[in-house]
């Protein structure tokens, strides 16, 4: 992936975010102290009206859903993209339609040693496309290459031993170079689903680290289109956390 030029302007992601007017600190972190409830903890909640409808629902006429399986605008390499990009994706493209599936990106990608397994390849290509369709367009190849370089070199950074893996700490650090501050039981659920021994090591290999990066990436990403102000919480529909959510589940 050395050949590759860093992120053309606009595309791909991997480097902390541009500074933002309400805040310079990564997303998430340590949350703030919490007011204390006088009531004491595990206590019998107050009574709650119930309902007998089914929990969910159809939204509302005024908020309707994007569809997660919307057609991909066709699209056009950016300006400047790297000729070995470009080749790699009609090499890929055998068919001509402008458009390459999930089984095609996998083979484009190993040819140039980033070897992922579908699911990996299936994150990839719905945070670039939002969209459940798999499949990807020439922009979106590139956002996608752009990015795993950037992510490839965070990797190295934060291996400082050169063992090929990276522990909790590194992990840590790694995400937090990338904008997002996760601590405490996040993290270890991060290490435990994404370490190959399930936890025993506490330690991720890069293919892994690219997986939880998109993980992390996808769930924040979404998480900050419903908090406008910034502030670190949000509000969501049933429907639209199971929306949220899924995708990561069933890639």
Not at 123 to 134: A, E, G, K, S
Not at 170 to 177: D, G, P, Q, T, V
Not at 187 to 205: C, P, Q, R, W, Y
């Amino acid at each position: 992936m050395s050949d590759y030029p860093h992120n053309p302007s606009g595309y791909g992601y991997g480097q902390p975010p541009p500074s933002q007017m309400y805040s310079s600190a990564p997303y998430g972190g340590a949350p703030p102290s919490q007011m204390q409830s006088s009531a004491a903890y595990g206590g019998v909640p107050p009574s709650q009206p119930q309902s007998s409808a089914p929990y969910g629902g159809a939204p509302p006429p005024s908020q309707p859903y994007s569809n997660p399986f919307a057609s991909l605008t066709p699209s056009v390499f950016p300006p400047g993209t790297d000729p070995n990009v470009i080749s790699c994706f009609q090499m890929a493209d055998q068919d001509g339609s402008g458009f390459i599936d999930d089984k095609e990106l996998q083979k484009a990608l190993s040819s140039y040693n980033q070897s992922f397994g579908l699911r990996s390849v299936h994150l990839l290509m719905y945070l670039f496309t939002n969209t459940n369709i798999r499949k990807i367009g020439p922009k979106e190849f590139t956002a996608v290459f752009s990015s795993l370089q950037n992510w490839r070199a965070i990797f190295e950074r934060f291996d400082k031993d050169r063992s090929g893996k990276i522990d909790s700490s590194e992990l840590r650090e790694a995400l937090h170079s990338l904008g997002y501050a996760v601590y405490g039981p996040v993290l270890e659920l991060l290490v435990s689903k994404f370490d190959k021994t399930g936890g025993m090591n506490k330690a991720i290999e890069y293919d892994n680290f690219i997986e939880c990066c998109l993980t992390v990436k996808g769930l924040t990403e979404k998480f900050k289109e419903k908090d406008t102000t910034y502030s670190g919480s949000a509000t969501f529909t049933y429907d639209s956390f199971m929306l949220t959510v899924l995708p990561f589940l069933i890639a």
